[in-house]
């Protein structure tokens, strides 16, 4: 099943890999176009274990980046953009290192990175950009015709991101 598109557009990407940046647990979700429909290929996460050093860690959300990249006839990343808190800026600078890695993976494979701000993500999704983690996981689960709504969140917010994505493929501006 999936969603079926306005219109086949030729500007918008056959395949795209769609991350939730997180140093913990990153979502992925690789979304592709068949026709006018969008399916979802695979999704998951990639963790690091807290215990590790900094560079361990890193090393593992690249090494799960690249693995998810290779696998795949990828042809675009959308890549939620950072946003900090000014009560925490620490997590604020360990997610930039985690969104470099995930951006060098990106990079190493020449892919075009689209960044998309989360409540742009929701707005394009469900039409409200204060949408709540159970309104985005039920828009997820309708536009992709999934029998039940995706989890954990990270997978869901990285599928989300990848529709997004799609939408918005040669259309920075819409939505």
């Given amino acids: 099943m999936g969603t079926q ?6 500007d918008a990407f056959q395949c795209i890999l769609g991350i939730d940046p997180g140093l913990n647990t990153t979502g992925y979700a690789v979304v592709s176009r068949d026709g006018g429909n969008l399916r979802l290929v695979e999704a998951g996460i990639v963790r690091s274990r807290a215990r590790d050093t900094l560079p361990m860690r ?10 998810v990249i290779a ?7 959308a890549l939620e953009q950072l946003f900090s808190h000014y009560e925490r800026p620490r997590t ?19 892919l075009e990175i ?24 039920l828009a997820v689960k309708l536009q992709l015709g999934l029998e039940s709504v995706p989890e954990p969140n990270d997978v869901a917010d990285a599928m989300a991101i990848a529709l997004t994505g799609h939408y918005l493929a040669g259309n920075p501006l819409a939505a």
């Fill in 5 to 10: 598109l306005v219109a086949d557009r030729p």
């Fill in 92 to 110: 604020a600078i360990l997610m930039g290192h985690a969104r470099g890695v995930i951006c060098l993976a990106a990079g190493e494979a020449n």
């Fill in 58 to 67: 890193l090393k593992e959300l690249s090494d799960g980046i690249r693995e």
């Fill in 114 to 137: 689209c960044h998309y701000e989360p409540t742009r993500v929701k707005k394009v999704m469900t039409g409200n950009g204060r949408a709540s983690k159970s309104q985005m996981q």
């Fill in 71 to 77: 696998a795949h006839p990828i042809d675009a990343m």
